[in-house]
């Protein structure tokens, strides 16, 4: 089969690889219809998480059920479905306790309980690093799903794929975003990042009763976007001190929720870089600070974007004299996907209305390119696996170890 396999950071090509098999009777295999190029894989793509072979990326699609395994009860063959980015065993503790990002089992080779730079993570991650399981992921034409009964939803044919692809991931995560900060209604959200997490939160923000929605992003393209999709109110912090303006549009105090939808590779300057150097920092946590100033006393920041190493000068006395709360981590999907697909059927939400660019898979490298260097406007790219479909230059399979 053809899939976006990366090599080296940096180098993401559109491969030959072998078609996945059933290994264990609770694996489907699933034909992809369509899959999406994430924010988070642009930090495997820059080597900020760190990848040492060959893997088939990509940790945000759906498809049709191609093949089944004797075990499995809830799907057949030719169900369509859309599949959460999380790997959830369904029947460890913390699976049955609503929190299947730290599933106990479907880690099997880096899981452990001290979330440790290197080991110890917690559930795999469909195409995220051997770190996060190692199991291949469905920036593919097939892909195979194990635990098949526990994750997968499936979708009414009414429904096209772009409507319901960012179930599997980022409006959950935006979903999360806001439901950790148990809004009650009235409260002003700022949101640090206007990419597709930050767009999905925005929308989140709206639907669970926020009176005001500040964007906050360093591009005006998108800006734009957000203007358009969610009707928000925009800051760029090139043009404004965006604390400071926050603080004039809250009566001196703040956002009553902040939302950290960026990680730890924003825009940084040589002294940032530098810093980062000298204390052995991966990337950088300067919007994360913005987002601690920016919220008011006792306030919630809700951190989506993905941080991998310690930091240096970490602001605990900020946090501790302001009395915030902090809320963080992989988005628990199977927690709200089923509310979430009821909000899309019932025309609630609009997802896809973000969605900038549809390219065929064999288009991948290109693909990558302008949504990490920020070209084209990218906002999100949505990939097609059969569409176009390219033989390759190399017809030997890269091999990749599942």
Known sequence: MKAAVFHKPGDIRYDTVEDPRLLQDSDVILKVTSTAICGSDLHILSGGVPQPKPMVMGHEFMGIVEEVGKGVKNL??????????????????????????????????????????????????????????????GQAEYVRVPYADISPRIVPDNMSDEQVLFLTDIFPTGWSAIDWAQLKGGEVVAIFGSGPVGLMAQKAAWINGASRVIAIDPLNYRLDKARAVNKVETLNPNEVDVVEAIREMTGGRGADVCVEAVGFEPERNIVDKAKALINFEVGSMKVLDLAFRAVRRMGTVSIMGVYGSTYDNFPLHRLFDKGITLKMGQAPVLNYID?????????????????????????????????????????KVVLKPWEQRKETENTEPVKIEN
Not at 343 to 367: A, M, N, Q, R, Y
């Open 339 to 379: 509310h979430l697909i009821e909000l899309v059927k019932t025309e609630k939400v609009v997802l896809d209305d973000i969605i900038t660019h549809t390219l065929p898979l064999s288009e991948v490298t290109h693909g990558y390119e302008i949504f990490d260097k920020k070209q084209e406007d990218c906002v």
């Open 76 to 137: 057949k063959k030719g169900d369509r479905v859309v599949v959460p980015f999380p790997i959830s065993c369904g029947h460890c503790f913390f699976c049955q306790h609503d929190a299947s990002p730290a599933c106990e089992n479907s880690n099997y080779k880096h899981y452990g309980p001290n979330g440790d730079m290197a080991d110890q993570k917690g559930a795999a991650l469909f195409g995220y690093t051997d770190l996060y399981g190692g199991y291949s992921g």
